[in-house]
């Protein structure tokens, strides 16, 4: 990679890929990979997150052309990869769920890792956008508050405050920490 491009924002590089720098463009994919694959391994099934994050990067080479720069370029491809998991779950409503009947050939453990992963990707999916946003953030690409500050475009503290919400938010919708009547 040029190490001139890899000194550029991103904002830069993608308009240089609006003007059909295909150089830039690999950057940014280079650059944003781990970040995409790392959010769909939380909201995705195993098996879908290669071909997905691939849906995402195409998407992004044919859509580039529409970045307009009024947003930071991850604010751009985080929205493009809501899209992707929302074309990714209708496509799968509609068809019939097909369920691994397996359970001879794994340990419980897994199984029980694979019910727990379902269900914090549901779960996750019922929070509100920006409590999603937080999460995957902080979880998904392991990013430190101060990173989440300016990717979020709020102060330190808000982002803080925002986590610590959704963090509650998300123990609510599984019943974690509720008193048993």
């Not at 068809?95 to 419980?108: A, D, F, K, N, R």
């Not at 727990?116 to 946003?133: F, S, T």
Request: proline share 4%.
């Amino acid at each position: 990679m040029n190490e001139h491009l890899d000194s550029l924002s991103d904002e830069m590089l993608a308009k240089m890929a609006k003007d059909g720098n295909r150089m830039a463009f690999d950057t940014l994919c280079d650059r944003y990979l781990p970040h995409v694959y790392n959010r769909l391994r939380a909201l995705l099934p195993r098996e879908a997150v290669e071909d997905v994050t691939q849906e995402v990067f195409i998407g992004a080479l044919r859509s580039i052309h529409s970045y307009r720069g009024g947003s930071l370029f991850r604010t751009w491809i985080a929205a493009l990869v809501r899209h992707k998991v929302a074309d990714f779950y209708r496509r799968q409503s509609r068809q019939p769920e097909v369920v691994p009947l397996g359970i001879g050939t794994g340990s419980l453990a897994a199984l029980d890792a694979w019910e727990e992963h379902a269900l914090v990707r549901a779960v996750l999916r019922r929070l509100p956008d920006h409590y999603q946003e937080t999460l995957l953030l902080r979880f998904a690409e392991g990013m430190p508050f101060d990173q989440m500050a300016g990717a979020l475009g709020i102060s330190l503290e808000a982002t803080k405050s925002r986590y610590r919400r959704a963090v509650a938010a998300m123990a609510r919708e599984m019943g974690i920490g509720q008193d048993e009547p």
